[in-house]
């Protein structure tokens, strides 16, 4: 079965600082895996995706993640945050193209002034 | 319509009644997905349709949880005899050919308060 696990309930970061939220999977099988934001009052949002290919996957809003599969981690980064970041985000990991995604716990991206 | 669409957005119910609540998918999206979100937690899987079949329903908690999509695109998620540890906030998304090849669309939600 596909779990994965976010490593920080909350992170702070000073507004155009850099920023990493940290993704580490479990998976028996192919893996894909996802970066979901949720701004306040907002329904969730993909960020990005990996399926293959590239291991450095570029989203929108300047955000990127890398697909380590030695360490089975999937990162999302940025490298300078702006207070319209403040969210919550998602790591998610599906095993198959036809199944379902299953979700992290969520990671809460302060920006501080 | 433009999105996903659930009503109600909210719902307060007593312990013990039958709830429903509705998702309207984006026009022409065959796969739709139920999940769960409780407070400080990321959204937790419930079922899976494509088209009007449930393709995995291992999610569901118990048999109070039922899910239908007779017609391959309104769904209806019903709960039997609700219980506090049921308050919860209900999502839909649904994808054009299922979440990993396509991207999910995410309603805002239905926010269950049992009483």
């Known amino acids: 079965a596909q779990s994965v696990t976010q490593l920080d309930s909350q992170v702070p970061v000073f507004e155009e600082a850099p920023v990493e939220l940290r993704c580490n999977y479990s998976?028996?099988?192919?893996?894909?895996l996802f970066w979901y934001v949720q701004y306040p009052n907002q329904g969730l949002q993909l960020l990005l995706k990996?399926?293959?290919?590239?291991?450095l996957v570029k989203g929108i809003n300047g955000f990127e993640a890398e697909f380590n599969k030695s360490q089975t981690s999937f990162h999302l980064r940025k490298p300078s945050v702006h207070i319209s970041d403040t969210a919550e985000y998602f790591c998610?990991?599906?095993?198959?193209?036809?199944?379902?995604?299953?979700f992290g716990k969520g990671t809460r991206l302060h920006i501080l002034p | 319509g433009a999105g996903v669409s659930q009503t109600p957005s909210n719902k307060v119910t007593e312990k013990g009644k039958y709830v429903e609540l509705r998702c309207d998918p984006i026009?022409?999206?065959?796969?739709l997905y139920w999940y769960r979100q409780s407070l400080g937690q990321g959204p937790e899987f419930l079922i899976y349709?494509?088209?009007?079949?449930?393709?995995?329903d291992s999610g569901l908690p118990n048999d109070r949880f039922f899910a239908v999509r007779p017609e391959g695109s309104v769904s209806t998620l019903k709960i039997q005899r609700t219980e506090r540890g049921d308050s919860a906030v209900y999502l839909c998304?649904?994808?054009?050919?299922?979440?990993?090849?396509?991207?999910?669309?995410f309603g805002q939600g239905t926010r269950l308060t049992v009483v």
């Open positions: 998610a990991v599906s095993g198959n193209r036809d199944d379902k995604i299953i």
């Open positions: 998304a649904s994808s054009f050919q299922g979440a990993v090849n396509t991207e999910a669309f």
């Open positions: 026009s022409g999206h065959t796969a």
């Open positions: 349709f494509q088209g009007t079949g449930a393709a995995d």
């Open positions: 990996y399926l293959s290919g590239s291991t």
């Open positions: 998976s028996s099988v192919s893996v894909y």
